[in-house]
């Protein structure tokens, strides 16, 4: 013992380098002859720095506050969301089903987030619900939103409050514009309508009260509960429920007239005359504000064409034939400037056989101002085609001095009772009439056509006042863009290929060298 005594004394004399590099004595940790820290010494400072981390953790909890430090602000909620969310009373329920793929999958769950966010900074625990589901990877619970939902298809936003949803499909969110670059036409996002579109929708499932929309039956019309792809327009009633609208039949001839809660009338393809006195209800209930969706075949008199033609509307006995795909279609891509059209420049509706829907002459938007008369504007039309007064001729040609050259009108918008630049409390009557009803019908929806969908749910939203219950500007994506020149380009490249690598590639073996000797 005297002996391993006498050596540790002797290598304390020596110094640091006779000291391992590393040792334990008499309880403390040495290292290269300096002493480090006791067992207790480490202890406390293991407890110190995890109090540390503790206590700035509840610091972070209970003062949450983030700052937005980018200069475009592009996913920043405006005013008007927020004072949207602080006024929430029920629980919102937000499904995202997207494809992480999806090229506005970032754009969807980052702004879904920052709704997020917003709720719990105003409402403590906070109302949105918010669920984003990768269809592609979360199958169990994708396929478990997509029953309960009746959702086909991914990509959609999904917002329910108490059994009230509204959908928010991927084409929603965006404006395009397309460009011819090379011969082949190429597709540009232009802006982002996704704080606009999930705001009113969450606006829309927050009210209680949803709008009441009634089918007429009893004239052959076409029926909500008809499954079938032909004839059926249970497709209609779906698109319309998703839409946060309670869709019910109707029969008038059953009742005293038109139910006093009815928000929008929809007479759909009607092959047989409705009455007269049905039709005097009908008339009534334009009286008192109505808002009337009529879609009307060819070649079949419904009894409505004078009560029509007093709100401004000419039916003629006739089929519009012009740019077609089977020779029994009609491809229109011509849009009027009303407010239930402005968003479909883009797209293209395709109907099949309609008729001409148009202004009585003195009709027009433009030449009636005045409050108490009705102001009808055109909705769709077409200029290469024309007005068929031959409906058997097949296929159909043009007769100079029978048959009506375009422009010819196949669908109309009335509106009587509003006064332009004044903002009332009156409510005005309005009225959408187009000259087909077999454009949304089961199989058409089924095949997707163009914008047919669009078109008609765009007509609801403006006979219901609903064309956007959250006035919010769209966003414009920023694009970081470089315009060089081809020296500039030569030189880019060099300096990536060859001369960083190379640059490197010298430090690298500057440090190599200095190493070994």
């Given at each position: ?222 029926s909500i509960t008809d499954y079938g792809s032909q004839a059926g327009f249970s497709g209609v009633a779906t698109l319309m429920r998703r839409d946060n609208m309670d869709v019910k039949p109707l ?119 005045a409050s108490d008369k009705a102001r009808v504007s055109v909705l769709a039309f077409t200029t290469p085609g024309w007005a068929e007064m031959n409906l058997n001729e097949n296929p159909a040609r ?45 199989g058409t929806l089924e095949k997707a056509v163009g914008g047919n969908v669009d078109l008609l749910m765009s007509c609801v939203s403006w006979l219901l006042e609903r064309e956007s219950l959250m ?47």
């Amino acid at each position: 013992m005297a002996v391993m005594q006498d050596e540790k004394d002797t290598a304390e004399k020596r110094g640091p380098a006779a000291v391992p590099a590393r040792h334990k004595h008499r309880g403390v940790w040495w290292h290269r002859g300096r002493r480090v820290a006791t067992n207790a010494n480490m202890i406390l400072a293991i407890l110190l720095a995890a109090a540390a981390v503790f206590l700035i953790n509840r610091l972070a909890w209970h003062y949450n506050q983030r700052w937005n430090i980018s200069w475009d602000k592009y996913y920043t909620l405006s005013d008007k969301t927020l004072g949207m969310l602080s006024s929430l009373e029920d629980d919102v329920e937000v499904n995202a089903l997207y494809q992480k793929s999806h090229p506005l999958y970032n754009d969807v769950y980052r702004l879904l987030r920052e709704y997020e966010y917003a709720d719990r900074k105003m409402n403590g625990k906070g109302r949105l619900k918010v669920e984003i589901i990768d269809t592609d990877r979360d199958l169990a619970i994708a396929r478990e939103k997509a029953i309960k939902y009746d959702v086909h298809k991914p990509n959609v936003v999904i917002f329910d409050v108490k059994g009230r949803t509204k959908y928010v499909e991927a084409k929603d969110l965006s404006d395009y514009k397309y460009e011819l670059l090379a011969g082949q036409a190429v597709k540009t996002r232009i802006s982002f309508k996704g704080e606009q579109e999930f705001s009113s929708a969450i606006l829309s499932v927050s009210q209680a009260a949803r709008p009441k929309v009634y089918f007429l039956t009893g004239h052959g019309e076409r029926s909500i509960t008809d499954y079938g792809s032909q004839a059926g327009f249970s497709g209609v009633a779906t698109l319309m429920r998703r839409d946060n609208m309670d869709v019910k039949p109707l029969r008038l001839n059953s009742t005293e007239g038109v139910p006093e809660d009815c928000s929008l009338l929809v007479i759909a393809g009607a092959d047989k005359k409705i009455s007269d006195s049905e039709v005097d209800m009908i008339s009534k209930y334009l009286g008192r504000n109505g808002r009337l969706l009529c879609l009307l075949d060819p070649a079949v008199r419904t009894g409505l064409e004078p009560l029509l033609e007093k709100w401004g509307v000419k039916l003629t006995e006739d089929v519009v034939v012009g740019p077609s795909l089977s020779g029994r279609d009609l491809i229109i891509n011509e849009y009027g400037g009303h407010p239930a059209v402005k968003k479909l420049a883009d797209l293209t509706t395709m109907f099949f056989m309609p008729r001409s829907v148009e202004p009585m002459e003195g009709s027009s938007a433009e030449m009636v101002t005045a409050s108490d008369k009705a102001r009808v504007s055109v909705l769709a039309f077409t200029t290469p085609g024309w007005a068929e007064m031959n409906l058997n001729e097949n296929p159909a040609r043009f007769h100079e001095g029978v048959d009506r050259k375009g422009p010819v009108s196949v669908a109309v918008a009335v509106e009587k009772g509003a006064i332009g630049g004044i903002d009332v409390e009156i409510k005005p009557t309005r009225i959408v009439v187009i000259g087909d009803s077999y454009f949304v019908s089961n199989g058409t929806l089924e095949k997707a056509v163009g914008g047919n969908v669009d078109l008609l749910m765009s007509c609801v939203s403006w006979l219901l006042e609903r064309e956007s219950l959250m006035a919010i500007s769209a966003k414009s994506p920023y694009e970081l863009r470089m315009d060089m020149n081809a020296e500039q380009l030569r030189l880019m490249t060099l300096s990536i290929v060859g001369i960083l690598p190379g640059l490197m590639a010298i430090i690298g073996l500057i440090v190599w060298l200095r190493r070994r000797a």
